[in-house]
């Protein structure tokens, strides 16, 4: 999690003077950085992503499931051909505060997946995860970004935003790529949805008993493990790894590879968790389709 900071004190007792300078320039600072946010429209992380999909010229709307909201960017006007609607997934984001406490705000400020959408040739959508990307339902609570993340109830709302995402770009199938988190998502969505063409994940954690364990996290115990899944996968699925990735090593996914051996994997020696997947992405994805 981020580190958190402090404002230092301000002793007023001792000389006069000092202190007069030091409160001058305490506000003078404090005034910048509100003409900074101002400018900024205080952004968070949210509205960040907002302005990077809006400059990247994707449409934006909200995609309301029975549970939870998602935004969905879609991109259009790309050469469709005979590939299937790309969805990506963005990862886990800011679940803690300092590792101890939950996020009030989950939302990444690195949205690696969306780039990944910025930066392929085909049709695709871009789907925030429920209770991120500041929309709120009466079911968000801590537990649906920290230890429920791929719960269940998370997994059935974003299979339900899948479908009305396809619905909305009227395509009869779908590429579902997640991104570490999002990778698990990936999955557990895909064993619930028709028309599945192929699952693509990037950097993810797929046995998350084994990723926990590794970190000494917290076990997730409110979701499901796409290592311990006894449905059949009837999809092509790809997996990269970075094999420098010290954030999901690749020696801890090996139990899903077991549980699946079908399921192809590809390891770039030079790539770690975030680089260079973005840059690589569009030579990659032409590679395959």
């Known amino acids: 999690g981020e580190p958190r900071t402090v404002q230092p004190g301000i002793d007023i007792g001792r000389d006069a003077g ?32 907002d302005r990077l999909a809006a400059a990247a010229g994707l ?9 939870y909201s998602s935004v969905a960017y879609m991109k259009r006007d790309a050469a469709a051909g005979d ?7 963005e990862g886990d984001g800011l679940p803690w505060r300092n590792g101890r406490q939950p996020s009030t705000d989950p939302t990444t400020g690195n949205p690696l997946a969306l780039r990944l959408l910025m ?13 991120y990307h500041g929309l709120q339902a009466k079911h968000c609570a801590p537990e649906q970004w920290t230890g429920g993340r791929y719960s269940e109830r998370i997994v059935e709302n974003m299979a339900a935003a899948v479908r009305q995402a396809m619905r909305q770009a009227d395509a009869r199938q779908s590429i579902l790529v997640g991104y570490s988190g999002g990778g698990v998502l990936a999955l557990l ?34 979701s499901l ?30 139990a899903y590879f077991r549980r699946y051996p079908l399921a192809q994997r590809q390891v770039f020696e030079d790539y770690d968790h975030a680089c260079c997947w973005a840059d690589a992405w569009p030579e990659w994805i032409r590679s395959q389709w």
């Open 83 to 89: 590939v299937p609607l790309l969805i990506f997934l």
């Open 119 to 131: 930066n392929t040739p085909y049709p695709g959508v871009y789907l925030t995860r429920p209770c």
């Open 189 to 222: 969505i895909a064993e619930r949805l028709e028309h599945v063409a192929a699952v693509v994940t990037i950097a993810a954690n797929l046995d998350i008993d084994a990723w926990t364990t590794h970190h000494d996290y917290l076990p997730l115990v409110r």
């Open 59 to 67: 449409t934006r709307s909200v995609i309301d499931t029975p549970d």
């Open 225 to 254: 493990n796409p290592a311990l899944s006894t449905q059949a996968h009837s999809w092509r699925e790809m997996h990269l790894q970075g094999a420098r990735d010290t954030v999901v090593p690749p020696a801890t996914t090996g």
């Open 18 to 49: 000092r202190n007069r300078a030091l409160m001058h320039r305490y506000f003078i600072a404090l005034a910048l950085c509100l003409a900074a946010l101002l400018t900024l429209g205080c952004a968070s992380n949210g509205h960040r992503i």
